[in-house]
């Protein structure tokens, strides 16, 4: 089975731009979710996708934003950028809740810049 | 709120050696699981080892293992005949059962020395 994709990989943006980072799961998987990694926070919540529809949500301003489509293929939009967007953004499937496992696959990640 | 504490920045090993890394969790929930995960210079996590909490025998894979003491809330990885490959950054992870928010800690980065 292929992995988890994210694309772009790397991406240098404007302060006051938005952007939008994709993420394919693994075939099959239905959860998607977002995670920002910083070296000062390190790692965080961002949302969380099933069936098209936002289940959970962390600590973040109305700025990040995300959905899911019908093939579970996930994005994310950051409106507005700050300096302190630019971090590490990982997505991670699962079998959703009915896997019973909660194992989450990460994708390598796309690296945004904010200048 | 649940919190997971790894207290060790950095650690090293020898090839071939032993390592232990630390971790501990904070959670007033019965149902959860947690896991190990690595994170080499490449940034892709890789899931190492998940342990449930309802089961006391503690989880292995292969070189990997984990000691699990419930009641302590405490979660170590011990790495056995520890590679090369092995070094990178490791984090210690919590989610509570009917959610897929993982919460992690801040990580230990594992020097493997030859």
């Keep these: 089975k292929a992995g988890v994709t994210q694309t ?8 006051g ?19 920002q990694q910083t070296p000062g926070q390190g790692l ?34 950051v409106s507005t950028l ?6 590490l953004y990982l997505c991670a499937s699962s079998g959703g809740l009915a896997s019973s496992s909660y194992e989450q696959y990460f994708g390598p990640g796309t690296r945004l810049t904010v200048t | 709120a649940q919190t997971v504490t790894q207290s060790q920045p950095e650690m090293s090993v ?15 929930e019965s149902d ?11 940034r892709q996590m890789i899931l190492v080892i998940r342990q449930e ?34 070094a990178a950054m490791y984090f210690c992870a919590y989610v509570k059962g009917g959610s897929e928010k993982l919460v992690f800690g801040k990580g230990t980065k594992l020097t493997v020395n030859p």
Aim: glycine letters at 4%; hydrophobic letters at 25%; aromatic letters at 16%.
């Design chain 1, 82 to 87: 700050e300096l302190g967007d630019s971090a």
């Design chain 2, 32 to 42: 959860y699981y947690l896991f190990w995960y690595k994170q080499p210079p490449s």
């Design chain 1, 44 to 77: 965080q919540f961002l949302f969380e996708y099933f069936s098209e529809t936002q289940r959970n949500k962390g600590n973040f301003p109305g700025r990040f934003s995300g959905r899911q489509f019908s093939n579970s293929r996930s994005e994310m939009n």
């Design chain 2, 14 to 28: 020898q090839e071939a050696e032993t390592v232990t890394l630390s971790c501990t969790y904070d959670t007033s």
């Design chain 2, 53 to 86: 909490a309802y089961k006391q025998q503690n989880a292995t894979e292969n070189r990997f293992s984990v000691n699990f003491q419930k009641a302590a809330k405490s979660f170590s990885l011990k790495i056995s005949d520890s590679q090369l490959g092995d």
């Design chain 1, 17 to 35: 731009q938005q952007v939008t980072l994709s993420c394919s799961p693994i075939s099959g998987h239905r959860s998607v979710s977002w995670y």
């Design chain 1, 8 to 15: 772009p990989r790397y991406l240098i943006k404007t302060r």
